[in-house]
C-alpha cells in the first residue's frame, strides 16, 4: 500500500497527475520537510535549531483558555490548530493530537506556515481575535497548565514562517507584535466581566515579555542550510509551492 501511496504522490504537480498539486505541495509539507531536516541536524544554530530530547509534531491541538463553559457558549472557541511544533511536550493517545506541555520542558515553540494566505483575522465568536494572538494565549494557557514558568525555559517562541515577498508587502508587520498581540487577547477577555482578568496579569503577560515573535521567510531558513543534494530537493519543493500557490493581495 505505502508503494501505491508514493506512485500516487509522484504523479502530483505533472500532466497525468489525479489530486491538485496543492495536497503536497503547500505550506503544511513545506514546513514538515523543514523541521525534520532541522531534527536529523541538530549541530546548526538557527531559531529552529532543536533542544536536546526535543520533538516535533504537525497539526498539534493547542488546548485554548476560552473553550466553551456551557453547551452553546456563545464567546468560546474550539483548540487551536498549530502546522508545527517543536520541543517538549506530550500529544495524547488517540487521533485527535491534543498537546501538552511537559513539566521539565525548556523549548516549546510553535510555528505558523504561510505561503500565499495571511494570519486569519478571528474566530466565529470573536472576529478581532486573530491567529497570531489566539496561538500566543493557547501557549500562555498551555504553560500554567503544565505549572511551567516561561522564564524557566531556554527557548519560548512563536514564528510566523512565510514567503519573503508576502512578508515585503506587509501582511504580519502589525500582527506579530507585542502590542497587537496584548490588545488582541485583552479585548478577548473583556466579554468574560472580569473572570480572565487574573490569568491575563499573572500568567498570559508574563508570557507575553518572554516569548520570542518573529516572521520568519521560507528564503532566509533555506538559504541558512547547507548545499547538500537533499536541501537541493528542499529548495526545488519550495518553488513548487511558490508555483502552485500564488501570493494573494
Known amino acids: 500500500m505505502n508503494d501505491v501511496i508514493t506512485r500516487i504522490l509522484n504523479r502530483c504537480g505533472t500532466a497525468d497527475s489525479v489530486l491538485p498539486p496543492?495536497?503536497?505541495?503547500?505550506?503544511?509539507?513545506?514546513?514538515?520537510?523543514?523541521?525534520?531536516?532541522?531534527?536529523?541536524?541538530?549541530?546548526?544554530a538557527h531559531r529552529l535549531s532543536f533542544s536536546p530530547e526535543a520533538r516535533w509534531y504537525s497539526e498539534a491541538l493547542l488546548p485554548s483558555r476560552f473553550l466553551p463553559q456551557t453547551r452553546g457558549d456563545q464567546r468560546a472557541e474550539s483548540f487551536t490548530h498549530a502546522d508545527g511544533v517543536i520541543g517538549h511536550f506530550s500529544i495524547s493517545?488517540?487521533?485527535?493530537?491534543?498537546?501538552?506541555?511537559?513539566?521539565?520542558?525548556?523549548?516549546?515553540?510553535?510555528?505558523?506556515?504561510?505561503?500565499?494566505?495571511?494570519?486569519?483575522?478571528?474566530?466565529?465568536?470573536?472576529?478581532?481575535?486573530d491567529q497570531a494572538a489566539r496561538n500566543v494565549a493557547c501557549i500562555a494557557h498551555m504553560l500554567a497548565n503544565s505549572g511551567v514558568d516561561p522564564n524557566s525555559l531556554?527557548?519560548?517562541a512563536f514564528?510566523?514562517?512565510?514567503?519573503e515577498d508576502k512578508i515585503k508587502s506587509g501582511a504580519f508587520a502589525n500582527l506579530v507584535t507585542r502590542d497587537s498581540i496584548e490588545a488582541k487577547v485583552r479585548e478577548r477577555i473583556a466579554s468574560y466581566a472580569g473572570l480572565h482578568d487574573?490569568?491575563?496579569?499573572e500568567i498570559f503577560i508574563p508570557t507575553l515579555d518572554r516569548i520570542d515573535l518573529n516572521v520568519l521567510s521560507w528564503e532566509s531558513i533555506l538559504l541558512a542550510l547547507p548545499k547538500t543534494p537533499e536541501?537541493?530537493?528542499?529548495?526545488?519543493?519550495?518553488?513548487?509551492?511558490?508555483?502552485?500557490?500564488?501570493?494573494?493581495a
Open 154 to 156: 531556554d527557548s519560548l
Open 159 to 163: 514564528y510566523v514562517i512565510a514567503p
Open 231 to 248: 536541501v537541493d530537493v528542499i529548495r526545488n519543493f519550495y518553488a513548487q509551492c511558490l508555483q502552485f500557490n500564488p501570493i494573494r
Open 198 to 201: 487574573n490569568w491575563f496579569h
Open 93 to 129: 493517545p488517540g487521533q485527535r493530537g491534543d498537546a501538552s506541555i511537559l513539566p521539565d520542558a525548556k523549548q516549546f515553540i510553535v510555528t505558523e506556515a504561510k505561503l500565499g494566505s495571511s494570519l486569519s483575522p478571528g474566530t466565529k465568536n470573536a472576529p478581532t481575535y
Open 22 to 44: 496543492t495536497e503536497i505541495f503547500n505550506e503544511g509539507w513545506m514546513l514538515r520537510l523543514v523541521l525534520d531536516w532541522f531534527d536529523r541536524n541538530r549541530d546548526l
